[in-house]
């Protein structure tokens, strides 16, 4: 089953959106196979934002991923990582549409509430970076025979 990589920034956890995140992948059908709180260390952020940490925004983006706990998920379905960027909506939240995780609960760029890989191979990179193998929980949900045909 395709994977990605899921977290919600320190700006989610501290506004409390950590339960209505979950549940709208809940909802949607699709099914959380790892999960765990903690504060980035620097050599990870470095790692997980490597294609940015020449950009003008970088120091802080560094700051803000780093100012508090986020909430680290593995997440399992079909063609996810389209889905859940679908869900999660444009980068800048003044951009994103309504319905949408960021067009709903954040209003700048710069605390946009959730992280989602962005393509197959990014997200086979970044479980990789923040979860040992043995930190993915394989199991069946009930739902799955009703959601897949
Ligand atoms: N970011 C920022 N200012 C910018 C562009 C990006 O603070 O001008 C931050 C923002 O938190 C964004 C992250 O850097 O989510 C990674 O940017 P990317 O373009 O990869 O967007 P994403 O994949 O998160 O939508």
């Known amino acids: ?18 339960g209505e995140i979950i549940a709208r992948f809940e909802k949607k059908g699709l099914k959380m196979v790892a999960g765990k709180f903690e504060t980035l260390p620097e050599d990870r952020v470095m790692e997980h934002y490597a294609e940015h940490t020449e950009k003008p925004f970088f120091a802080g983006l560094k700051a803000y991923i780093t100012s508090g706990p986020c909430f680290l998920m593995v997440w399992e379905g079909k063609n996810i990582v389209a889905i859940t960027r679908q869900m999660i909506g444009a980068t800048n939240p003044a951009e994103a549409a309504p319905g949408t995780i960021r067009g709903d609960c954040a209003m700048e760029i710069g605390m946009n509430v ?25 199991y069946k949900r ?8």
């Open 114 to 138: 959730i992280h989602g890989s962005d393509s197959d191979e990014t997200a086979a990179r970044e479980i990789a970076i923040h979860f040992a193998p043995e930190e993915l929980i394989s």
């Open 142 to 149: 009930i739902d799955e025979t009703f959601l897949y045909e």
């Open 1 to 18: 089953m395709d994977r990605t990589f899921l977290m919600i920034k320190p700006d989610g956890v501290q506004r409390g959106l950590v």
